[in-house]
């Protein structure tokens, strides 16, 4: 035996029991957090009431966590009928789809929420870059940065054409700039600005970074193609 043989990786069962730990204690955290904030909505999203819940970024926050457990609902059902048909990384191809909608539509929702002035006041754009980085603010920042997070960390797992750095960037700034647009072209009293296609960007290819390690391992693998079946062995 090789006694200077290098120690097993841990199983991947472990890793993902502790990374799924860790996903749950942040997402906890993060509701510890703004626990208040998200109360002062639930009255009016629990009755099902637009204004107050579907029109503020707090109702839509808790809307999303609401939603959360019908999310993993349709990956479990996604991958089981993936898996039944032979289709390769089923469970990963599932969460790479339902976390890229469920994790982008509410901030394009939130970008896309109308301000006090909307329809009345004149379109805004600022194309000077870097310039609206200041009045942004740290919150701001963040916010942008995760506007399409979901979107740069999954959908290299899932679709092979996008599976590198410099796509998920045109992904990640293509996707800004129809938003900046949309915003602009609606007059939501919203900035239009090369500020947030940047950062926005950036979100995702920072997103698309963590990821890196999977998608990089399967990015010839993954197909909705169910795996073709063994050829029988000759007869005698």
Known sequence: MNHYASPSAPPRRTRRIVILGLAILGLAS????????????????????????????????LMTLVALP?????????????RAAGVTWAWRM???????????????????MPGAGAGTVPARLSLVPLRDLVTMGPLGIVGNLL??????????????????????LALGAGCSVL????????????????????????????????????????ADAPSDRPRPAPAPAPAG
């Open 30 to 61: 993060a509701v510890f957090v703004v626990r208040r904030p998200l109360m002062m909505s639930a009255p009016r999203c629990m009755a099902g009431r637009w204004h107050g819940c579907f029109d503020t970024f707090n109702g839509v926050v």
């Open 70 to 82: 019908l999310a993993v609902l349709v990956v479990w059902a996604l991958a089981r009928r993936r």
């Open 94 to 112: 599932s969460l790479a789809e339902v976390g890229m909608v469920h994790g982008t539509v509410p901030f394009v929702w939130m970008t896309m």
């Open 147 to 168: 506007v399409f997070a979901a979107l740069g960390f999954f959908a290299p797992m899932r679709f092979r054409a996008a599976a590198s750095v410099p796509r998920i």
């Open 179 to 218: 938003v900046e647009t949309a915003q602009y072209v609606l007059r939501l009293d919203r900035v239009s600005s090369v500020d947030d296609v940047l950062v926005n960007a950036a979100g995702a290819v920072l997103a698309a970074l963590a990821s890196r390690r999977w998608w990089r391992s399967t």
